[in-house]
């Protein structure tokens, strides 16, 4: 993998190798937007907007850290005042961006009960779905967040000038999204978005230059991978299947090994390891959460099409394809299963076994 500093052909001992063609994801969105002869740019503006929200909220999230260092060494601030501050903080650059795109008609958050119709952009084609801060329990801690994103192309007739949208018009399935993607704010911030159809594709954030560049091209999901990420603490309120399952990957039988268990309670962390390492990652359903704890629309089906993308799959607690769900309200939420295509079939192996 070519970096910003290397053409990939070695170079002297001492002396900086430049890579003069890195691909950033301006470069990108340019280069994807002439595969297609009749595209507007509309959508290639809509990222650029999206890019520049990445980009603010990993420099918020970065300045919000120090001060929940400082704050942790005996800071007046609470805890819970600062992160209510960076969800709101991350919503309003979110709403900004797609406010000031001229591209988003209507935007679902999840820190928005109602959804944001932009109404001074009547032919604006886009429909986008968020989750601004995902994982934000984890901020105090330094530990990494994201942000998650759902586009949808909405259709001609409902846009234009004396035109009205409705928050029901985004109760689509995740199949009618036109991209889908999320931006981790780690060590550095990373992007991982698809699109429809398409390949997934990482990026990483170079500070001094401000841009996003492409590291991780065509990233696929090992087949496999011994390593199960689950909220482990909710077991008893568990389906018996759902407790079988996972007792069958720590306790897989004679001479065999268990697997390892890895859980951020980031979902965007959770889920980038399990794009790059494979394995499994799960909120499923449960008593206590009868209908799951993640939303359909903004956390679901956008990391169900990353995963479908490369070469995962990704189900409800019902077993059903999740990019399939339609929500019908804008905050539904859903049991969740996602990760390597042969992990994920033995939980729908094994819930089989015991709906029969
Ligand atoms: P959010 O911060 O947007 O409310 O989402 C938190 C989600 C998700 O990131 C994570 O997978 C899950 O909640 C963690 O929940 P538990 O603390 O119940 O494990
Ligand atoms: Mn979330
Ligand atoms: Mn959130």
Redesign the pocket.
Known sequence: MAGIGDNGNGGAVGQENINPDIVTLTRFLTEEQVKVPEATGDFTLLCHALQFSFKSIAYFIRRASLINLTGLAGSSNTTGDDQKKL?VIGNDIFISAMKSSSKCRILVS?EEEEAIIFDEHPSARYAVVC?P??????LDAGVS??TIFGIFKLPDDILGPGKSVKAEDVLLPGTEMVASGFTMYGASAQLVITMKGGGVNGFTLENSLGEFILTHPNMQLPPKRAIYSV?E??SMYWDEWTNAYFDSLKRPGEGMKPYSAR??????A?AYRTLLYGGI?A?PADSKSPKG??RILY?CAPMAMLFENAGGIAVNSRMERLLSVQPEHIHDRSGVFLGSKDEVQKIIDTYNKYKK
Do not use: H
Not at 263 to 268: D, E, F, K, L, R
């Open positions: 969800d999840e989750d801060i995902d994982g934000s329990s984890n967040v994201g909220n603490g909710n859980y951020i309670g980031s979902m965007v959770d990652f909120y704890k993640l956390e």
